[in-house]
């Protein structure tokens, strides 16, 4: 079975071609887990979910959720507002808090 030079360099093409869109997906993907953002509100209640989540409800409705950081959890006070240092993850859909400064002191 003889194949020419065309074929092959044509079903080559093809298969560096579809291992490239996947890559680009898969970095993609990664880029998409962990968004930076910022939010900034009213804190109205604050519960403790489990020994690694809590979660901020601020007055626009929003909810924040604190991972593994208790000691940022028990600094913030209900009916105060702050500048949240956030990370939206695109996956889950959740917005995780690594920063908060009160607004009056900004």
């Given at each position: 079975m003889k194949t020419d030079?065309?074929?092959?360099t044509f079903v080559l093409a093809i298969a560096?071609?579809?291992?490239?869109?996947?890559?680009?997906f898969l970095v993609a993907q990664n880029n998409l887990t962990d968004i930076p953002s910022t939010e900034r509100g009213l804190i109205v209640s604050k519960t403790v979910v489990n020994a690694n989540d809590s979660i901020i409800e601020l007055?626009?409705?929003?909810?924040?959720h604190i991972l593994n950081n208790t000691p940022l959890y028990?600094?913030?006070?209900?009916?105060?507002?702050?500048?949240?240092?956030?990370?939206?993850?695109?996956?889950?859909?959740t917005t995780i808090v690594k920063t908060?400064?009160?607004e009056t002191t900004s």
């Amino acid at each position: 079975m003889k194949t020419d030079i065309f074929t092959l360099t044509f079903v080559l093409a093809i298969a560096v071609s579809v291992i490239a869109v996947g890559i680009i997906f898969l970095v993609a993907q990664n880029n998409l887990t962990d968004i930076p953002s910022t939010e900034r509100g009213l804190i109205v209640s604050k519960t403790v979910v489990n020994a690694n989540d809590s979660i901020i409800e601020l007055s626009d409705g929003k909810t924040l959720h604190i991972l593994n950081n208790t000691p940022l959890y028990l600094s913030l006070q209900e009916n105060q507002s702050y500048i949240f240092g956030c990370i939206f993850n695109y996956n889950t859909k959740t917005t995780i808090v690594k920063t908060a400064q009160n607004e009056t002191t900004s």
